[in-house]
């Protein structure tokens, strides 16, 4: 069992910069794929980012490439979600989410998520 507890959302004008961190409890926190999702108002939830246990092999959705990072420290069990750039298209409520194996792009992979956290960039 993996808790997911998101932290650091907030309001931030355009081009501004946040970082999410997402705190793991439960053990073997190396072991899990981590990512990253965001839900807009009327719309689906969205893959954003993931990483492997190692923190060695990333991917992101083209929507953020070259403006988000995702990293980890396991030393802490944690995931962070650096942003950059943001754009008013960012807003949304930003989820983590946890998985064993392999990586992922879609929702229904994930076993374990955080309740989420609010990101609103202004125009």
């Known amino acids: 069992q993996v808790q997911l507890v998101e932290s650091g959302g907030g309001l931030v004008q355009a081009g501004g910069s946040l970082r999410l961190s997402c705190a793991a409890s439960?053990?073997?926190?190396?072991?899990?794929?981590m990512g990253w999702f965001r839900q807009a108002p009327g719309k689906e939830r969205e893959f954003v980012a993931t990483?492997?246990?190692?923190?060695?092999?990333?991917d992101y959705a083209d929507s953020v490439k070259g403006r988000f990072t995702i990293s980890r420290d396991n030393a802490n069990d944690t995931v962070y979600l650096q942003m950059n750039s943001l754009k008013p298209e960012d807003t949304a409520v930003y989820y983590c989410?946890?998985?064993?194996?392999?990586?992922?792009?879609?929702?229904?992979?994930?076993?374990?998520w955080g309740q989420g956290i609010q990101v609103t960039v202004s125009s």
């Open positions: 989410a946890a998985k064993r194996l392999l990586p992922g792009r879609k929702a229904y992979e994930y076993d374990y």
């Open positions: 439960g053990r073997t926190f190396s072991t899990y794929y």
């Open positions: 990483c492997s246990g190692s923190g060695r092999i990333t």
